[in-house]
C-alpha cells in the first residue's frame, strides 16, 4: 500500500533528510585512502548520536549506521575494521536516519585519490542518472516514466542497470510501496501523486547489471567483478512541483 504522506508528516521527514544531508556535508570531506569502513561507519553514528537520531537501518535489522560498498560492491556493505579504504577505490555510502519516527535516505558515492577515467565517468553518468529520475517524477506521471529516464542515460553511456533491487517508497517505515525500479517494467506502474516521498536510486556499473548476495547475507555484489556506483535522494512530490528532500538548500 502506498501511503501518500501530509504536510506534517512531510515537515518530519524533511526534517530528517536534512540532517541526512547535514551528515554528508560533513562526513564526506573526511573519507580518505587508509581508513576502514568500520571508522567510516562510526564517523556517521557519531553524528546521528550528536543530533538526536539514530540510524534507520536499525529498523531493517542491519546492526550499523552506513552501509558501505566499495567497488564492485554495489549496495549493503557491511562496515568492517579489515575493509580499508585503498586509492583508485570508489566508496558508496549509503545512510538512512530515524529523527523521531521519520525515516531518511540517500546515498553518494565518492572517489579513494586517484581514480581511473572510466570510473569518473561512471560517477558522472550515475548522478546523472539520478537527476534524470527525479526530472520525470512529477505528479501526474508513472513510476515508469523515472525508470525509463534512468535507463536511457546509463543505457546511452554503455553502462549496465542493476534490476534486482530498486528505488521506494520511503519516510514512515524504510521500505515503502511503490517500487521505483531502475529500467522500464512491465509490472506495476502507479500514477505519481501528491504526498509521494520517494527515495530514487540508481545503480549503475561498468559492466553488466547482473548481481548476487555475498556469503554474509547482506552485500550485494556485480557477478562480472566490474565496479558499481549508486547514487539516492529523498525527494517529496507535491501538486506543482517535486522537492529533493535530502540535499541542503
Known amino acids: 500500500m502506498i501511503i501518500l504522506k501530509n504536510s506534517t508528516q512531510i515537515d518530519g521527514i524533511r526534517k530528517s533528510c536534512k540532517l541526512l544531508a547535514k551528515l554528508f556535508d560533513e562526513v564526506l570531506p573526511q573519507i580518505h585512502e587508509g581508513m576502514t569502513t568500520l571508522e567510516l561507519n562510526a564517523l556517521c553514528h557519531n553524528f546521528m548520536k550528536q543530533h538526536n537520531g539514530r540510524p534507520a537501518w536499525f529498523l531493517a535489522d542491519f546492526d550499523y549506521a552506513a552501509c558501505i560498498s566499495v567497488n564492485e560492491e554495489v549496495i549493503h556493505g557491511i562496515p568492517s575494521k579489515k575493509r580499508i579504504l585503498r586509492n583508485g577505490d570508489l566508496v558508496s555510502l549509503d545512510v538512512g536516519i530515524d529523527l523521531d519516527g521519520f525515516i531518511s535516505d540517500s546515498s553518494h558515492t565518492v ?64 521500505h515503502e510501496d511503490p517500487r521505483v525500479p531502475n529500467f522500464p517494467s512491465l509490472g506495476s506502474n502507479p500514477r505519481i501523486q501528491e504526498g509521494m516521498v520517494l527515495a530514487i536510486e540508481p545503480m549503475i556499473t561498468l559492466g553488466k547489471g547482473d548481481v548476487y548476495e555475498g556469503d554474509d547475507g547482506w552485500t550485494v555484489i556485480t557477478c562480472d567483478g566490474s565496479t558499481a556506483c549508486h547514487f539516492e535522494h529523498t525527494v517529496a512530490v507535491f501538486r506543482d512541483h517535486t522537492e529533493i528532500l535530502t540535499k541542503l538548500d
Open 111 to 174: 572517489k579513494i585519490g586517484n581514480v581511473s577515467p572510466e570510473k569518473e565517468r561512471l560517477m558522472k553518468v550515475t548522478e546523472e542518472c539520478l537527476y534524470a529520475g527525479i526530472a520525470a517524477c512529477k505528479a501526474g506521471n508513472r513510476i515508469n516514466d523515472i525508470s525509463k529516464a534512468v535507463y536511457e542515460v546509463a543505457h546511452k553511456a554503455g553502462f549496465g542497470v542493476v534490476r534486482d533491487y530498486s528505488g521506494h517508497g520511503v519516510g514512515i517505515h524504510v
